[in-house]
């Protein structure tokens, strides 16, 4: 009885949450042009989605900013974060809120602030200033990815490579980077997923003549309601779907790499 | 002869505002066992770090076979650090782990795997190459830190409570593996410890320090037997501490009592302090001797059993083989070998005695 109650309550929750999204992808395969009836199954606004240059063109600016921005933000955050760990206690807790606020904040505040720090300084709006506040936006993601992998690790261990006759550089090659790795590349998918969802920031500071696919669609619906759009919204929402996936699934390398003969030998 | 192998020199460092070593003096001779005893905070793991080339001196010398490597990184030492939480690295297997140094050295494959099985062997963990570290035990990732620290060959392995983390069985065992290492190999070896037990067993020299100070340096048996002051007396395994006031030579009034000792040169009347390890007092019938008293405790320990004795305002700590049941009273008597007249700690050492009151 108890059980049915959980699933229901389950079940409504779920409905809740993806019942907007299951109707926008339900919607991108109905033959009907309109909303209101179901006019049989299709692709052809999938297709019609892969012939239109507009959209192909947005999802490579789309494409490139998050590689760009994310893999920028990844070598900055770690190194920020090794800088943070191996600060005293009371400036690490200081650097962490200072950190956290950005991600926290409105996202249209952000937005407009990086606009008005853009116009300051008399850039002209395009793909670079697209790329610096998505680069902004994204280094706090990457700290908070790469500096938990930090402080789980033994200081003794950069230490006893140095010990053992390593560069301060090599030691931190062989021994710091594969130990924080995992959060090094979750801190990346995490990085890229945010570049690529955003909506907000990107329309603040991307000036006429770019667009990247958030913008677009929403250009696209305001010109009026076309069935491509829900495509190109279903593909986003899988893309970003998949990514946190693997964000949650980052490689947790602690398997023997061969088993040896003498497991079991205790002394 | 005694070819001084590491020698500090006047060394003195602070942490922000606290002194941790103040104007520290000692070396270390090749091929010795020298072990740093003292309580938590001391200073031994900063002596060891000093010495290793993790942390640099605000003052003094440090010298390795007579020249100073004060400004020597810790990659450049002939040194190598067992830590006190083993440190392997942990995505490496453990033949990586061992070979991680002479791989640095640019060794050759077939150099590098005769090493490996070689120290595997040394640490009695044969056939464990290809494991990971995590799946070792306690106990073995221990001996896998020593085995990765032994094969680059160093002048001086540092150990920093090596066998802190393991429980009472595993760490004798160690002890004696240690010991036997050290012998096969003839490294200096130099040894962070709390435990006095670990020290008097290991150990050619124990320096016992307090509070960066060094209060004795040497052998097991001076450092038991002959303790300079209260502090090292103490941490030494149980005593009683009394002071007392030495008469003239050869004896000393203890508790108000007139005490026959062989110790001479403190001049007349003065206060000292003296020593009596529990298994020096002996108990006898009241009234033998003018110092009586009433046993208000009685544990029996398996050797022994050990007593506490009221007399005169003090509690005696009493060890021995013949029981005496709580609430008799008896007289107590002390050879005078076994008594042990001290100095009173001068100045800081002073502070240093008064916590363990
Ligand atoms: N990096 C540091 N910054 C500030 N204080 C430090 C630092 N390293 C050590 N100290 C302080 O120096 C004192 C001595 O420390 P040390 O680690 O040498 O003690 P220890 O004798 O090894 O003690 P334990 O037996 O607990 O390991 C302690 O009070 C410690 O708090
Ligand atoms: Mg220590």
Known sequence: MNKILHKIYLFLILLFLYAPIATLVVLSFNASKTRAKWGGFTFKWYQALFQNEVILEAFYTTLLIALLSALFATIIGTIAAIAMNGMKKG??????????????????????????????????????????????????YVILSVLPRLKQMNPSTFEAALDLGASPVYAFF????PDI?????????????MSLDDFIITHFT?????????????????????????????????????????????????????????????? | MSNRLIDLVNISKSFGSSLILDEMNLYVQENEFLTLLGPSGCGKTTTLRIIGGFESPDQGKVLFNGSDIASLPPNKRQ???????????????????????????????AYIQDKVKYALKL???????????????????????????????????LLDEPLGALDLKLRQGMQYELIRLKNELGITFIYVTHDQE??????????????????????????????????????IGDSNILGSIMLRDELVEI????????????????????????????LLSPNETNLNGVVTHLIFKGVHYEMEVEANGFTWLVHSTKMVPVGAFVSIAVAPGNIQIMNKPVSEDEEATAIDE
Do not use: W
């Not at chain 2, 963990?125 to 160093?154: C, K, T, W, Y």
């Open chain 2, 123 to 157: 640490v009695n963990l044969d056939g464990f190459d290809h494991r990971m570290p995590d799946s070792l035990s306690g106990g073995q990732q221990q001996r896998i830190a020593i085995a990765r620290a032994i094969v680059n060959e160093p002048k001086v392995l």
């Open chain 1, 91 to 140: 400036s690490k807790a200081a650097f962490m809120a200072v950190t956290n606020i950005p991600m926290l904040n409105a996202e249209i505040v952000t937005g407009i602030s990086l606009m008005l720090l853009f116009i300051s300084f008399g850039m002209r709006f395009g793909f670079s200033t697209v790329l610096f506040a998505h680069i902004t936006f994204n280094i706090p």
């Open chain 2, 198 to 235: 670990e020290a008097l067993t290991m150990s050619d020299t124990i320096v016992v320090m307090n509070q960066g100070y060094i209060q004795q340096i040497g052998t097991p048996e001076t450092i038991y037997n002959e303790p300079e002051n209260a502090f090292v007396a103490d941490f």
């Open chain 1, 181 to 193: 790795f995992p959060g090094i590349i979750s801190g990346f998918l995490m990085a890229f997923t």
């Open chain 1, 206 to 267: 991307k000036g006429p003549g770019l667009d990247t696919l958030s913008t677009k669609i929403y250009t696209e619906l305001k010109k009026g309601i076309k069935p491509e759009m829900y495509s190109l919204s279903t593909l986003i929402f899988i893309t970003v779907l998949i990514l946190l996936l693997l964000v949650n699934k980052t490689p947790k390398d602690k398997k023997n790499k061969k088993g040896s003969l003498q497991e079991e030998i205790i002394l």
């Open chain 2, 255 to 282: 508790l108000g009592v007139k005490f026959a000792c062989i110790d001479k040169g403190f001049g007349e009347n003065k206060p000292v302090d003296v020593v009596i390890r529990p298994e020096d007092v002996e």
């Open chain 1, 174 to 177: 062989k021994v710091i980077l």
């Open chain 2, 79 to 109: 040194v190598n650090t067992v830590f006190q939480k083993y440190a392997l690295f942990t995505h490496m297997t453990i033949a990586e782990n061992i070979a991680f140094g002479l791989k640095i050295k640019n060794k050759s494959k």
